[in-house]
Antibody
């Protein structure tokens, strides 16, 4: 069974930094690209970032480019999101998500970890 | 950047109703569209990908259609467990940008 478990969400001050983690199990981690998607309280979904299966290619939404860094450690079946220069508008539930075997759509999601940026 | 709009943004319906949600893209995206269902406090669930392919395990009352710039998600007979928010997502810009639509909330009449 595919499992994605996010952690690391806390309350952080504006301008601060934070690293989120996602522990993956139940599938061959290094066979798949991985994503981060966020959802501000009461709002819709926003795609944040994508990393290729080997970590060699990364992509970001314009809203986080230059501030967030996605990475992965295939030996630990783990995905990360380093978040710097945090702003109030980064407050959200952050999900890690996995593509399916047959599509690039996001067929598996974690339960999310809450990041609150507030002074 | 490709923008998605959904209509309606809110829909009130009864159990057994046929429900249709529309997603429109600002430019053609072929069939690179997915639909998700999200219930309160839960992660989104993939329903349909490639505009019309039902994800494994999803009930057959859900169907998707369309290509280019206009897409629809149809629930043929609304069930109590279908009351949720539905999002479309374009995958045409892969790997750069996976835009979601703003969502359609389906509520009980």
């Amino acid at each position: 069974e595919v499992q994605l478990v996010e952690s690391g969400g806390v309350v952080v001050q504006p301008g601060g930094s934070l690293r989120l983690s996602c522990a993956a199990s139940g599938f061959t981690f290094d066979d798949y690209a991985m994503h981060w998607v966020r959802q501000a309280p009461g709002k819709g979904l926003e795609w944040v970032s994508l990393i290729s299966w080997d970590g060699g290619s990364t992509y970001y939404a314009d809203s986080v480019k230059g501030r967030f860094t996605i990475s992965r450690d295939n030996s630990k079946n783990s995905l990360y999101l380093q978040m710097n220069s945090l702003r109030a508008e980064d407050t959200a539930l952050y999900y890690c998500a996995k593509e399916t075997r047959t599509s690039i759509a996001l067929g598996y999601w974690g339960q999310g970890t809450l990041v609150t940026v507030s002074s | 950047d490709i923008q998605l709009t959904q209509s309606p943004s809110f829909l009130s319906a009864s159990v057994g109703d046929r429900v249709t949600i529309t997603c429109r893209a600002s430019q053609g995206i072929s069939s690179y569209l997915a639909w998700y269902q999200q219930k309160p406090g839960k992660a989104p669930k993939l329903l349909i990908y490639a505009a019309s392919t039902l994800q494994s395990g999803v009930p057959s009352r859900f169907s998707g259609s369309g290509s280019g710039t206009e897409f629809t998600l149809t629930i043929s007979s609304l069930q109590p467990e279908d009351f949720a928010t539905y999002y479309c997502q374009q995958l045409n810009s892969y790997p750069q940008g996976f835009t979601f639509g703003p969502g359609t909330k389906v509520d009980i009449k």
